[in-house]
């Protein structure tokens, strides 16, 4: 069974690029034919997919946040990582990193536990 673990800092400061990783096990990033997905969820509100990396390495984000994130992976660490430039308190929330079928929180099969990120100065 995949397992997904995030890690990263806490707490960021406004205007700063937020960073996470996402440590695979029990699967690789690699496998036909899955889309490892960066979702969050901000206090008080609902799930927001960001973006995925396919198996393929091909990258898809959400039109609203596209100009801000970057996802990128390491194959020989099986990890992936979700980068979030100019952040503000609005990006305060939980993130996740998932397993998907597609592309959409809805498409998630296997997702860690969630990592808080607070951004404040």
């Known amino acids: 069974q995949v397992q997904l673990q995030e890690s990263g800092p806490g707490l960021v400061k406004p205007s700063q690029t937020l960073s996470l990783t996402c440590t695979v096990s029990?699967?690789?990033?690699?496998?036909?034919?899955?889309?490892w997905s960066w979702i969050r969820q901000p206090p008080g509100k609902g799930l927001e997919w960001m973006g995925a990396?396919?198996?393929?390495?091909?990258?898809y984000y959400s039109p609203s946040l596209k100009s801000r994130t970057s996802i990128s992976r390491d194959t020989s660490k099986n990890q992936f990582t979700l980068q979030l430039s100019s952040v503000t308190p609005e990006d305060t929330a939980v993130y996740y990193c998932?397993?998907?079928?597609?592309?959409?929180?809805?498409?998630?099969?296997?997702w860690g536990q969630g990592t808080q990120v607070t951004v404040s100065s």
């Open positions: 998932a397993e998907c079928r597609g592309l959409g929180y809805e498409e998630c099969d296997y």
């Open positions: 029990g699967g690789s990033i690699t496998t036909n034919y899955y889309y």
């Open positions: 990396i396919a198996y393929s390495g091909s990258t």
